[in-house]
């Protein structure tokens, strides 16, 4: 197993979602970020975000990161959530990661 996939086990141990307080999962590849605000009760993504769904023109993938945070977060306030538990899915918090953890909390999120 690879290290990343050890440390999401982990943290996946620890942290459930509920419909009251989802589950806000964050996957990156090398050129995208999702985004997905998840009820483990029930086994359903309730809000989903990612890179793909706007132009990036010359932002930077940081940038593309906290306004995917920011889309999310205005999709869970349309459907009246507004606290979530994060799940950095075994990524180191720093970079695209974090950018997104802040941009979720500048749309309103609070975890």
Not at 58 to 83: D, F
Request: charge should be positive; avoid cysteine.
């Amino acid at each position: 197993m690879r290290t990343r996939q050890i440390r999401h086990k982990k943290i996946r141990a620890k942290i459930f979602g509920t419909s009251e307080r989802p589950r806000l999962g964050v996957f990156r590849s090398s050129q995208q970020i999702y985004a997905y605000l998840i009820d483990d009760n029930q086994g359903k993504t309730l809000v989903s975000a990612s890179s793909l769904e706007f132009e990036k023109n010359g932002l930077t993938k940081i940038e593309v990161a906290k306004k995917v945070g920011k889309t999310l977060a205005e999709k869970a306030k349309n459907k009246k959530i507004t606290k979530v538990v994060f799940d950095r899915s075994g990524y180191l918090y720093h970079g695209r990661v974090e950018a997104l953890a802040q941009g979720s909390r500048e749309g309103g999120l609070k975890f």
